[in-house]
């Protein structure tokens, strides 16, 4: 993994985290060095993300980046067209989530911002280790989506609108 690719999913990792990582998790997980870590997180800081070291780890106060949550439909067979559309502009898919009638929000972290991890995230599903949520709303779901600033996130959209992705407003 790439060094821009590893401080990308530590911020991700980070965002999503519901309690403080801490640097052993981190390079355990990234199978490098805690200094190598602290270094990743220095620079992190120096790029504008609010990450505070606490004695139980790291946590991210505030992402200087945008996000967006994108309801959308489509088949299977266009999950991989979907989930690359949003990864070539320069957005990380951050999470998925239906809405069901009875159970209410069903949500699932996805964190997938490189091919790797669509190619990942497809095998999974292929494998039969799991199925994609939208099965269960007859393939309407969110993703959040997030991205350097607004107007990747734009682009993002366009391109999720012109390959009519998009679930229109009603």
Not at 48 to 60: A, C, D, F, K, P
Not at 85 to 114: M, P, R
Not at 115 to 126: A, N, T
Not at 156 to 168: D, R
Request: aromatic share 8%; proline share 2%; glycine share 6%.
């Amino acid at each position: 993994m790439k060094v821009t690719e590893r401080r990308k999913a530590i911020v991700n990792l980070l965002l999503s985290a519901n309690s403080p990582v801490s640097g052993s998790e981190l390079a355990q997980k990234f199978d490098i060095s805690r200094q190598i870590i602290v270094q990743d997180i220095t620079v992190l800081k120096g790029m504008g993300y609010e990450i505070l070291s606490t004695n139980q780890g790291y946590v991210m106060q505030k992402s200087p980046l945008a996000e967006r949550v994108f309801k959308v439909r489509h088949t299977t067979d266009q999950t991989e067209d979907e989930l690359s559309c949003i990864v070539d502009l320069g957005g990380t898919v951050v999470d998925v989530f239906v809405w069901h009638k009875v159970y209410g929000k069903i949500e699932a972290t996805l964190n997938i911002f490189s091919q790797m991890h669509i190619k990942q995230f497809l095998e999974g599903v292929r494998t039969g280790q799991s199925t994609e949520l939208m099965h269960v709303t007859g393939g309407y779901h969110y993703h959040t989506v997030r991205a350097d600033n607004e107007e990747v996130l734009k682009s993002i959209e366009a391109a999720l609108n012109a390959k009519k992705y998009i679930v229109p407003e009603i």
